[in-house]
C-alpha cells in the first residue's frame, strides 16, 4: 500500500500523519545510516506533510526550498550580499542545513535549474560534502544532516525529468491516494466536516481521478478535498465548494468544467 495524507494522535504534537506501510520506518533508517531519500508521487498526496512529521519525531530542524525554474544552486548554497556597506557571505537553506544539521528538503526538485542537482550529487555519495567555491570551503555533512527530495512523476517530461545518474543516488519512497474509507476519516478530521457528508466528496474524487491522462492532467487531490470540506463545513453550498475547491483549480476548460460539474451532479446532487 502506498503512503499518504493521515491523521495522528494530537497529544504527540507531531504535523498530522499516520503511515499506511513502512515509509516512517524506511525514513528513520535512511537517516540513521546517512541515506538521501527521494519521495515521489502526485500533488496533495501528503509529501510535505510527511517530511514535516518526521522531522518533528526525529527532533531535526527542517529547511524547505520549493523549488521553481529560477531557482539556482546559489540560492541553495549562498550568495555575498551588500549589509552595511560591507559585502557579507550568506549561508542558503542547503548550506545552513549541512553546517547545523537537519532534514534539507527540496519539493519538486525537477522544477530547479540542472545546476541544483550538480551540487547536491557530493551530498548523495559517500562523500557527504559540499564544496562552496566562492568562499573555498569544502563542507562535510554532520551525521545529523538528512537530504530530502520530491517530484511528481506524472509531470515529467524529457524536459523536466531527474537523470538515472540523479535518481540512483537515492532511496526512494512512492505516495499515493488513500483508499476511500481512510481517505474520509482523514478529511474530516482536518476540516471539521462529518464522515458521512464526506463520502460522498471522496467519491467525487475517485471520478475526476479517473479521468486523469484523458480531459484532466491531474486528479483532485486530498489537499483540495479537505477545502472543499472545510468550506461545506463553514457554510459553503456543496455545489459551490465542489467548484471552487475540486473543479476550477483542476481545469481552465470552459467544455471540461461543464462536463465536470455534469459528473458532481450525477455523484452528489
Not at 212 to 233: K, M
Request: aromatic fraction near 6%; charged fraction near 20%; charge should be negative.
Amino acid at each position: 500500500m502506498k503512503p499518504a495524507l493521515h491523521a495522528i494522535d494530537t497529544a504527540l504534537s507531531l504535523p498530522s500523519y499516520t503511515p499506511t506501510s513502512n515509509e516512517c520506518a524506511l525514513f528513520e533508517h535512511a537517516f540513521r545510516h546517512r541515506l538521501p531519500v527521494l519521495l515521489k508521487g502526485p500533488t496533495g498526496c501528503g509529501k510535505t506533510r510527511f517530511v514535516a512529521h518526521m522531522a518533528a519525531r526525529l527532533g531535526l530542524p527542517l529547511h524547505t526550498v520549493a523549488c521553481h525554474d529560477d531557482l539556482t544552486a546559489a540560492d541553495l548554497t549562498g550568495r555575498y550580499l551588500l549589509k552595511g556597506g560591507d559585502t557579507v557571505w550568506t549561508d542558503g537553506p542547503l548550506t545552513r542545513a549541512v553546517r547545523e544539521g537537519g532534514i534539507c528538503y527540496l519539493d519538486e526538485v525537477v522544477e530547479a535549474r540542472k545546476d541544483v542537482t550538480v551540487v547536491l550529487h557530493p551530498l548523495t555519495d559517500d562523500r557527504r560534502i559540499l564544496p562552496l567555491e566562492r568562499t573555498g570551503e569544502e563542507l562535510i555533512a554532520p551525521d545529523g544532516f538528512m537530504l530530502v527530495v520530491s517530484y511528481n512523476p506524472g509531470y515529467q517530461s524529457l524536459h523536466k525529468a531527474l537523470k538515472p545518474s540523479t535518481r540512483q543516488r537515492f532511496i526512494a519512497i512512492e505516495f499515493g491516494f488513500l483508499p476511500a474509507e481512510q481517505e474520509i476519516a482523514v478529511v474530516a478530521a482536518e476540516s471539521g466536516l462529518s464522515p458521512e457528508r464526506v463520502r460522498p466528496l471522496v467519491a467525487l474524487a475517485h471520478r475526476f481521478r479517473a479521468l486523469q491522462g484523458h480531459d484532466l492532467e491531474e486528479g483532485v487531490s486530498t489537499r483540495l478535498l479537505v477545502y472543499c470540506a472545510t468550506l461545506i463545513a463553514a457554510g459553503t453550498p456543496v455545489a459551490d465548494a465542489v467548484l471552487a475547491a475540486m473543479i476550477e483549480p483542476l481545469t481552465d476548460d470552459a467544455d471540461v468544467k461543464a462536463g465536470l460539474r455534469e459528473v458532481a451532479h450525477a455523484v452528489i446532487g
